[in-house]
């Protein structure tokens, strides 16, 4: 009997979907390699938790122009905002650093944006752009850290921010590897959320706040969405849109003299506040003993141990750290009664400002509960009677990529460790 020969077609669609295949995973496992590697680097680079080198980026330059309104271009609107921002910065704390991705109207490719911020070692990156719609009635101020577009909103500003990659040569080539669409890029984005995601989304929910009360933005959010320019900063690093340009009204107040100094001082605030919450961490003394077999995180959002009472555990590495001095408590504080159960809950971060329970930081989360403990409004998930329940809810919110997570005992409302 005659076999049937497969058609040459078939053989040349199949080869040509194994290559895309292997090709993928190739990419996959190569990227995700680096980003794993890179978790210790940054542990390393920044286990003082201090703030020593901040790039700010100008979007857009030169022969790109960015998003254009009626009288004003995308590109000096930016340049402006981020050179005062560095000077309020170098005024307010000349120990910090300040590094511009551009000082002038000149095109920078957005992978040098990255490199300049990766190079220098920068313990921060803040990208400052404008935002545009076809529609002119939208307004109001975003901040945007790297992750995958929830919304077809969120797609459409990255749509337009990346476009400038179109002023590029071989930009093909060079962002090859970049699919915000593909499932390997979002395996990809969940490995570097589990890297900076909590410090970036602390900075830009401080952003949207002074942006709000200092430059009476309209607070449109914080956002996630995949930007080629915070593609591969090694750092935390957020997109601020200050607002939109294509708005007549939101135009004037963007181009203007005044409104760029308030814009600026917002940031410059919200950078004040971020300092402040992972800087003021004296390290944990060596008095407690260590345990080899249980790490824990550096709490660079909180202030605090891990442990109560009697075994305060730490890290193999020395900078661990708390707020104990940040800001000292009120006097008025009352003990609760000692007839009243432990609790032991979750401590996932800690603001100078208040944080709706709604906000996208709190996403899946469960059981959210705010106190205030030494001048910082402070959040838990979940409450347990029993210590390793805790501990094992704990672990699981580490894995999620709440690395800072840890157990802090109350009873009633009242914290019992310091």
């Known amino acids: 009997m005659k076999k049937n020969k497969l058609p040459k077609k078939y053989w040349a669609s199949k080869s040509k979907n194994l290559i895309s295949t292997f090709r993928g995973l190739f990419c996959l496992v190569m990227v995700a390699s680096m980003i794993i590697s890179l978790n210790d680097e940054v542990l390393a680079l920044s286990k003082d938790g201090k703030i020593r080198t901040v790039v700010i980026d100008a979007g857009h330059g030169g022969k790109d122009p960015g998003a254009l309104g009626k009288t004003s271009a995308e590109k000096n609107i930016t340049l402006s905002v981020a050179l005062k921002l560095g000077q309020y910065i170098t005024k307010n ?196 003993p260590v345990k080899p077999d249980i790490t824990v995180d550096s709490e660079l959002l909180s202030s605090t141990a891990d442990q109560q009472n009697k075994t305060l555990q730490t890290s193999s590495f020395a900078q661990q750290k708390n707020t104990a001095q940040a800001i000292s408590s009120s006097p008025t504080e009352t003990i609760a009664s000692t007839s009243s159960p432990i609790i032991y809950r979750v401590q996932i971060t800690a603001s100078t400002q208040p944080l709706s329970k709604n906000h996208s930081f709190f996403k899946g989360l469960k059981d959210i509960w705010e106190y205030k403990h030494k001048g910082y409004y402070k959040y838990t998930s979940g409450h347990f009677f029993n210590e390793d329940d805790a501990i094992q809810y704990r672990d699981s919110l580490r894995k999620q990529g709440f690395k800072d997570a840890f157990v802090v005992p109350f009873r009633g409302d009242q914290r019992l460790n310091p």
């Open 93 to 288: 704390h000349p120990e910090t650093k300040v590094i511009y991705t551009r000082s002038d109207d000149s095109f920078v490719e957005l992978y040098k944006r990255a490199d300049i911020a990766n190079k220098n070692k920068a313990d921060l990156f803040i990208s400052i752009h404008c935002n545009a719609s076809k529609s002119r009635i939208h307004y109001g101020a975003e901040t945007f850290v790297m992750g995958l577009h929830r919304s077809q909103a969120n797609l459409e500003v990255a749509k337009l921010e990346n476009a400038a990659v179109l002023y590029e040569e071989n930009y093909q080539t060079r962002y090859d590897g970049f699919d915000p669409n593909t499932p390997e890029t979002e395996i990809i984005f969940s490995m570097y959320q589990n890297l900076y995601r909590q410090q970036s989304l602390l900075l830009a929910s401080n952003i949207q706040n002074q942006l709000n009360t200092v430059a009476s933005r309209f607070d449109r959010g914080v956002k996630e969405a995949g930007f080629l320019v915070l593609y591969r900063t090694t750092m935390p690093s957020v997109l601020v849109e200050l607002g939109f340009i294509s708005n007549e009204n939101e135009e004037n107040f963007l181009k203007s003299k005044a409104g760029q100094e308030k814009l600026a001082t917002s940031l410059a605030s919200a950078f004040n506040a971020y300092k402040m919450e992972v800087e003021n961490i004296p390290a944990i003394s060596s008095m407690a």
